[in-house]
């Protein structure tokens, strides 16, 4: 049973330029959670998806980032116009139900530098 | 008042010592608990939850006491391997905040030195 996959697992991305970080949950899980560690910092939750719904994105930043879990494929984060402050681990975890009660699972991340 | 508070160490113990962390919470509502370990640049990985009746797994022991909004981990026989960030880990799901977040302390070093 493959656990959370994530891709790019580094991305190096200019000022201006979007990056756009997949995550693919565990097999039988419909719950997806980003959340951000930005150097030397803490880990910081963003967004919660299910399929095709956003239930909590009280962590996303209000401008420039925005995230989906569509019916089919993996869930994405997308960051647009980039800036240096976005450098920082973006990872995605995932769990079976939607209950405060269930373990997240995480992913191995996704560097992202922006030079 | 930070939502999730840990002693950031770093802890160096020998292998084979006892050694225990500590975190403390803000929101009495709290629900659930659990400890993280990371690694240097990897994901977080569940080291185990924690219950209101305290568990153990091996060698590792959580304990939770709500009253005072404070749990413990205790780690004995420390091994090489230990040496790692622990992460004090709490989901709120209170006052509108969904059960999809959770709150992660800052983290403690531990280095366990032969």
């Known amino acids: 049973n493959a656990g959370v996959m994530q891709n790019p697992r580094h991305l190096v991305r200019r000022r201006g330029q979007e990056a756009r970080l997949r995550c693919s949950p565990m097999?039988?899980?419909?719950?997806v959670y980003w959340y951000r560690q930005l150097p030397e910092e803490g880990l910081k939750f963003m967004v919660y998806?299910?399929?095709?719904?956003?239930?909590?994105e009280s962590g996303m930043p209000k401008e420039r980032f925005s995230a989906e879990f569509p019916k089919e494929g993996p869930s994405i984060l997308r960051i647009q116009q980039v800036v240096r402050g976005d450098s920082a681990a973006y990872f995605c975890?995932?769990?079976?139900?939607?209950?405060?009660?269930?373990?997240?699972?995480f992913g191995p991340g996704t560097r992202l530098t922006v030079l | 008042r930070k939502e999730v508070e840990q002693d950031p160490g770093p802890f160096n113990v020998p292998e084979g010592a006892t050694v225990a962390f500590n975190c403390t919470y803000s929101?009495?509502?709290?629900?659930?608990f659990f400890w993280y370990r990371q690694d240097c640049r990897k994901e977080p990985k569940l080291l185990m939850s924690?219950?209101?009746s305290g568990n153990e797994d091996g060698r590792f022991t959580a304990q939770l006491n709500r009253a005072s909004q404070y749990i413990s981990l205790l780690i004995r026989d420390s091994k090489l391997s230990d040496s790692a960030t622990y992460l004090c880990?709490?989901?709120?799901?209170?006052?509108?905040?969904?059960?999809?977040?959770?709150?992660f302390g800052q983290g403690t070093i531990l280095t366990v030195h032969p």
């Open positions: 975890a995932s769990s079976p139900m939607g209950s405060s009660y269930n373990e997240q699972f």
């Open positions: 097999k039988g899980h419909s719950h």
């Open positions: 998806l299910q399929k095709e719904n956003i239930i909590d």
């Open positions: 929101n009495s509502a709290s629900q659930s």
């Open positions: 924690v219950y209101s």
């Open positions: 880990v709490v989901n709120m799901a209170a006052g509108g905040t969904s059960y999809g977040k959770l709150t």
